[in-house]
């Protein structure tokens, strides 16, 4: 050793900037960026799937058929991710399927959102009879089996995307009643609510303003988790083929179309399907566990 | 005492029942009681004594198993135990306010200190949104927030602790009411924030000549701020009059231990005098005195009849047999007791 032993090397301190970028990193350095980047990618494919798209997702040509993926023998840069069993462009379903994802998605998790909120704040806020007829419904719905429930609802309104946005809303909105209605009870013994009912505000004007606006934070994780629960679910029903109606183009639906073609070799047709719903689910279910731990009261520290 | 009071309660009665009447809680019981404009009046008890049911009993906002079971409460000419919900909401907030027992917490978090002053102005006046948060620049003034036109954008996590409750003050105060009702609103803060804004109290009860109705179990409080001291004691009004009588000369034998228990300065040897036992289970009240398991000169008919309520001075209520039976007729059974 070239340094005596009694004299100690202490790091020079680092300069100001580099620790504010440290303060950040501790603040948002959990921040869930690959995750955040694959949603917003599918997002953006979504939104702008038509100039994406190479090919039209629902015409195919017949001579083209079963084309494999451009690495491998037989596949060409023309159908970059091969073609299925009408010679349709896998790549193009693809990215068409996207938009089906994100709007069933989204929508439903805000319609569930949006009616199980409100009923939680109503059956938490106002008690009684209320609470206990909006209740047993919420356990009565919960004792249904969620998906056999939404597929005898899709066989009754019969499919279409905007159905399914329905059938999922009214499928799951109990998880947000139940709750948002827990979430309520606490807020309403909290003295700022007091103070509301003893200053004359009406009970309809407490609920608006003092107990909607806190509970939005709960609303918000419980959405982003169940974004995973709802992309699937639309998957599996695309997939019975009781969901997006077949020329559209849905990644429930190819997994479906190409599920015989897998005992033959015809692995892209399922794998890429597969691989995009597992991606955005997973996605969801990150952001959703850091958005729980950012925001949820009960987690976060005060 | 000129004319009617601002608010008198009538032999005012509210029951907490559960199990479909299987179980009763006498919270208040039969409490007669006034208030004149511009006068303070002390309630004070132990904890669990009706006080805090009381207070809710004024402003109609009891819990759904808490019920009015009797009485009348005359408030400006007009009885609030008659009035609809509706007409209950017109005058909360505006000619009765009320600031809870922890206005730390009484502030939601989401939105600015301006929106919530003028939260109560825009429900019970129809006032613009300027004006209203015009009002409430000048409530924080009122109340002593410095730079009033910067704070008024804040939010309650930018406040300090004394500011948050004169805040507080500020809402209760905004629609300039009759009646400010304050259940234990010192009790989280430190002595000198305390005293600060026990004077605010005072200023503004001064300049607006409202009555205000002090709810503590602070007696030093009592002391300093209030004109009138009524004593509960499970649910019932043992002793009520001038807070100087009371002070001076207290009748009833709780009042007195009340008094007793006060810690002196000097007095540095003596153990503190606490009242021996616990106050009764409200549900199952005794047939007499609800005082006379722990009254030291409690005799036999303390224990077998409710003492009745009894007036010696035009000003001074008292509800014990002591003033009624002269000390000759009084067997004292209770020999245990009566050593004490």
Redo the contacts between chains.
């Keep these: 050793m070239s340094t005596p032993s009694d004299v100690v090397v202490l790091p020079s301190p680092s300069p100001t900037p580099r620790r504010a970028v440290r303060r950040l990193a501790i603040r948002f350095g959990d921040f869930p960026v690959i995750p955040t980047a694959i949603l917003l990618a599918v997002a953006l494919v979504a939104i702008f799937a038509n100039q994406l798209a190479p090919h039209n997702p629902e015409i195919g040509s017949l001579t083209a058929r079963f084309k494999p993926p451009f690495w491998q023998t037989g596949g060409s840069m023309k159908y970059i991710l091969g073609t299925d069993q009408l010679g349709r462009d896998v790549l193009s379903r693809l990215i068409f399927g996207a938009r089906v994802s994100m709007v069933v998605g989204i929508m439903a998790v805000l319609v569930a959102g949006v009616v199980g909120t409100v009923l939680g704040i109503l059956s938490g806020y106002l ?2 009879w209320v609470d206990q007829v909006i209740m047993r419904v919420t356990d009565t719905w919960l004792a249904l089996p969620a998906l056999t429930f939404a597929i005898f609802l899709a066989a009754i309104v019969g499919p279409s995307m905007w159905n399914i946005v329905i059938i999922l809303g009214v499928t799951y909105w109990t998880r947000y009643a139940r709750v948002i209605r827990g979430e309520v009870l606490s807020l309403r013994e ?3 609510v ?9 009970k309809w ?1 407490i609920m608006a ?2 107990i909607l ?2 509970v939005v934070n709960s609303a918000i994780v419980l959405g982003s988790l169940m974004l995973g629960v709802v992309i699937i679910t639309e998957a599996t029903l695309s997939f019975l083929g009781v969901g997006v109606p077949p020329p559209q183009p849905a990644w429930g639906l190819m997994l479906s179309d190409g599920k015989q073609g897998l005992m033959v070799g015809y692995w892209w047709l399922t794998v890429f399907p597969g691989l995009c719903i597992m991606l955005m689910v997973l996605s969801a279910n990150l952001i959703g566990d850091w958005l729980r731990v950012k925001l949820d009261p009960q987690l976060r520290q005060l | 005492m000129a004319g009617e009071p601002l608010l008198r309660l009538d032999k005012l009665s509210t029951h907490y029942i559960a199990g479909g009447g299987l179980r009763v809680v006498r919270a208040v019981d039969e409490v007669s009681l006034s208030v004149n404009a511009g006068e303070t009046l002390g309630i004070v008890g132990e904890s669990g004594s009706g006080k805090s049911t009381l207070a809710l009993t004024i402003m109609r906002v009891l819990p759904m198993a808490a019920k009015i079971v009797g009485g009348h409460m005359w408030f400006e000419g007009e009885d609030l135990v008659q009035k609809t919900d509706a007409e209950m909401r017109e005058i909360r907030g505006k000619r009765i306010a009320m600031v809870l027992q922890d206005p730390m917490a009484s502030l939601n978090p989401l939105f600015s200190i301006g929106n919530q002053i003028a939260e109560p102005i825009r429900v019970h006046e129809r006032v613009s949104r300027a004006s209203a948060w015009e009002r409430a620049r000048g409530l924080l003034k009122a109340v002593r927030i410095p730079s009033p036109e910067t704070r008024v954008k804040q939010f309650p996590h930018e406040m300090s602790g004394g500011m948050r409750q004169r805040i507080v003050g500020a809402i209760g105060m905004s629609c300039e009411p009759r009646l400010l009702i304050a259940d234990e609103p010192t009790t989280s803060l430190d002595l000198t924030i305390q005293a600060q804004y026990l004077n605010l109290l005072r200023d503004l009860q001064r300049e607006h000549g409202l009555a205000l109705i002090f709810i503590t179990h602070n007696l030093g409080i009592v002391a300093k701020m209030c004109d009138q001291l009524a004593v509960m004691y499970a649910g019932r009004l043992v002793e009520a009059g001038p807070v100087s009588r009371i002070f001076n000369a207290p009748e009833h034998p709780y009042t007195q231990a009340l008094l007793n228990s006060i810690p002196r300065m000097g007095e540095r040897d003596q153990r503190l005098t606490a009242i021996a036992g616990q106050p009764p289970d409200l549900s199952a009240l005794p047939p007499g005195c609800a005082f006379a398991q722990r009254c030291p000169q409690a005799f036999h008919r303390c224990r077998s009849e409710a003492p009745p309520v009894l007036h010696p001075r035009p000003d001074h209520t008292l509800r014990c047999w002591l003033s009624v039976d002269a000390p000759a007729e009084r067997p004292r059974v209770l020999a245990g007791a009566a050593a004490v």
Excluded: Q
């Design positions: 008690g009684g909290r003295e700022f007091r103070l509301a009912v003893v200053a004359g505000c009406s004007s303003r003092h606006p806190n």
